[in-house]
């Protein structure tokens, strides 16, 4: 009989984990499996803050994916995926189509929008290589454009939309590195302000109060104000315009705002909420036992019925069942349940302090930092082993 097709859709987190868990698993000839993704390399999303702020170089945020892969075991595509069509059973890409016997989905996330206006034309958005070079030279050119016009103080204020773990991170990072710029530029620091924008009654919400107060203060030392329970309302060429009807000037504004799934899956005709996906516990679509959905486009529901924050670390735990359980059913044999471990959570607030809980551990400062540090790294080493972590590892 022919050989069964496994077509994998992107090469984030869950798509690249699940590609490298065939090649091992799988025997010779027991299936063909093609990995598409819109670039030759897989991005690391976590670092992205980092380049996003100047803080560091795009390059080390990115992996040729065929370093990652074996290419007599996976074929690679580099295409952009423009259509899923479930009842062919073929997926639509910018060059050329592609028919499956299974499929997986990971596409990642897009920017949730809320439908506020004027965000989709006047915001940037850390979510690609290409997205954090636009925001870094963005930044940089800001300053620029200051000395021509000293007049204009909205070239000098930098509005973040939304203190979730993504906002948080990225203005710990941009309050590093204004100083640079200021020096470089021969600008007062006390004329740039960093706005991070909140409209729930907490920064981070839903994550322990305390160590929230903690980074609140590390980043306020750093120079970032917070305006908490004050939604942005509306973006427009000059600024923000928020709900208590105030406006802030501002000529960058980065929305880290929240994300929801792509926008194929809706199109594709699946049951979805903000694009996502609720999967079985096997991470199949409900009626399509062929099809599974990773990472940002899926919703794992929690014991207590609440979907999981999409996050790398249950993409990465989900790519392992789906890998397991695209081989078990190759093979007739038992699929395994999915099952969420929550290892944790670190989060950084720029050089030298993060915070996070481990297990049941709260750490803050430069503990936190090592560790967050330690989590990069493991993941370098699971991808690609030690020379991944020798060349692309921060210490
Ligand atoms: P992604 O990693 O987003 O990958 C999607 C892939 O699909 C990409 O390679 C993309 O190029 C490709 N693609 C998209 N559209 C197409 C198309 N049409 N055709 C072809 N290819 C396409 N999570 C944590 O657990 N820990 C952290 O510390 C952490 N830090 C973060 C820091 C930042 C700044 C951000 C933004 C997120 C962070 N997250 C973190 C969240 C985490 O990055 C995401 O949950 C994770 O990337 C989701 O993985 P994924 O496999 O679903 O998709
Ligand atoms: P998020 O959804 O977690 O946070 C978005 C924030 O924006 C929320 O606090 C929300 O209240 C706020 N917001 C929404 N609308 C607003 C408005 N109109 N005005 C002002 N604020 C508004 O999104 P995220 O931070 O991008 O995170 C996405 C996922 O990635 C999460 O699951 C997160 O846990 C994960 N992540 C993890 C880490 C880490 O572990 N270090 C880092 C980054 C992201």
Same mark, same amino acid.
């Given at each position: 009989?022919?050989?069964?097709?496994?077509?994998?859709?992107?090469?984030?987190?869950?798509?690249?984990?699940?590609?490298?868990?065939?090649?091992? !698993?799988?025997?010779?000839?027991?299936?063909?499996?093609?990995?598409?993704?819109?670039?030759?390399?897989?991005?690391?999303?976590?670092?992205?803050?980092?380049?996003?702020?100047?803080?560091?170089?795009?390059?080390?945020?990115?992996?040729?994916?065929?370093?990652?892969?074996?290419?007599?075991?996976?074929?690679?595509?580099?295409?952009?995926?423009?259509?899923?069509?479930?009842?062919?059973?073929?997926?639509?890409? !910018?060059?050329?189509?592609?028919?499956?016997?299974?499929?997986?989905?990971?596409?990642?996330? !897009?920017?949730?929008?809320?439908?506020?206006?004027?965000?989709?034309?006047?915001?940037?958005?850390?979510?690609?290589?290409?997205?954090?070079?636009?925001?870094?030279?963005?930044?940089?050119?800001?300053?620029?454009?200051?000395?021509?016009?000293?007049?204009?103080?909205?070239?000098? *204020?930098?509005?973040?939309?939304?203190?979730?773990?993504?906002?948080?991170?990225?203005?710990?990072?941009?309050?590093?590195?204004?100083? !640079?710029?200021? %020096?470089?530029?021969?600008?007062?620091?006390?004329?740039?302000?960093?706005?991070?924008?909140?409209?729930?009654?907490?920064?981070?919400?839903?994550?322990?109060?305390?160590?929230?107060?903690?980074?609140?203060?590390?980043?306020?030392?750093?120079?970032?104000?917070?305006?908490?329970?004050?939604?942005?309302?509306?973006? *427009?060429?000059?600024?923000?315009?928020?709900?208590?009807?105030?406006?802030?000037?501002?000529? *960058?504004?980065?929305?880290?705002?929240?994300?929801?799934?792509?926008?194929?899956?809706?199109?594709?005709?699946?049951?979805?909420? $903000?694009?996502?996906? %609720?999967?079985?516990?096997?991470?199949?679509?409900?009626?399509?036992?062929?099809?599974?959905?990773?990472?940002?486009?899926?919703?794992?529901?929690?014991?207590?019925?609440?979907?999981?924050?999409?996050?790398?670390?249950?993409?990465?735990?989900?790519?392992?069942?789906?890998?397991?359980?695209?081989?078990?059913?190759?093979?007739?044999?038992?699929?395994?349940?999915?099952?969420?471990?929550? %290892?944790?959570?670190?989060?950084?607030?720029?050089?030298?302090?993060?915070?996070?809980?481990?297990?049941? $551990?709260?750490?803050?400062?430069?503990?936190?930092?090592?560790?967050?540090?330690?989590?990069?790294?493991?993941?370098?080493?699971?991808?690609?082993?030690?020379?991944?972590?020798?060349?692309?590892?921060?210490?």
């Amino acid at each position: 009989s022919r050989i069964p097709r496994i077509v994998i859709l992107g090469a984030g987190y869950g798509g690249i984990v699940t590609a490298i868990r065939l090649q091992k !698993e799988l025997n010779y000839n027991e299936a063909d499996v093609t990995l598409v993704n819109k670039h030759d390399y897989h991005y690391i999303t976590t670092h992205l803050h980092m380049p996003a702020a100047g803080t560091d170089n795009p390059e080390n945020a990115r992996v040729s994916i065929l370093k990652l892969i074996d290419e007599f075991k996976i074929d690679f595509v580099k295409s952009t995926v423009v259509q899923i069509r479930p009842q062919e059973k073929k997926v639509i890409l !910018e060059e050329g189509t592609l028919s499956y016997d299974y499929l997986v989905i990971g596409l990642g996330g !897009e920017p949730e929008t809320f439908g506020i206006p004027g965000l989709k034309e006047y915001a940037m958005n850390i979510r690609s290589i290409n997205s954090v070079r636009f925001i870094r030279e963005h930044i940089e050119y800001q300053f620029a454009k200051f000395k021509r016009e000293p007049s204009r103080t909205d070239y000098l *204020t930098f509005v973040v939309g939304g203190a979730g773990f993504t906002g948080i991170e990225f203005v710990g990072e941009l309050a590093d590195r204004i100083p !640079e710029l200021c %020096k470089e530029f021969d600008i007062d620091p006390s004329l740039v302000n960093i706005y991070n924008i909140e409209a729930a009654p907490t920064a981070l919400p839903g994550f322990d109060p305390e160590l929230v107060e903690y980074a609140m203060n590390v980043l306020k030392n750093k120079g970032v104000t917070f305006k908490i329970a004050t939604a942005i309302k509306e973006c *427009t060429p000059e600024g923000v315009v928020l709900a208590t009807g105030e406006e802030i000037k501002s000529a *960058t504004i980065i929305w880290t705002g929240g994300i929801r799934g792509n926008h194929m899956l809706e199109e594709a005709g699946f049951e979805t909420m $903000r694009g996502r996906i %609720k999967v079985d516990d096997t991470l199949r679509i409900p009626g399509h036992e062929n099809i599974y959905v990773l990472g940002d486009c899926s919703i794992v529901m929690s014991p207590e019925g609440r979907p999981y924050p999409p996050t790398a670390q249950i993409s990465m735990q989900q790519a392992e069942v789906c890998a397991h359980n695209l081989v078990a059913q190759i093979r007739n044999s038992e699929l395994q349940k999915f099952e969420y471990k929550p %290892k944790g959570t670190v989060a950084s607030l720029g050089r030298g302090e993060a915070i996070g809980i481990v297990g049941s $551990r709260k750490i803050k400062g430069g503990v936190a930092a090592v560790m967050k540090k330690v989590i990069d790294l493991r993941y370098l080493y699971i991808i690609g082993g030690i020379p991944l972590v020798l060349k692309k590892g921060r210490f």
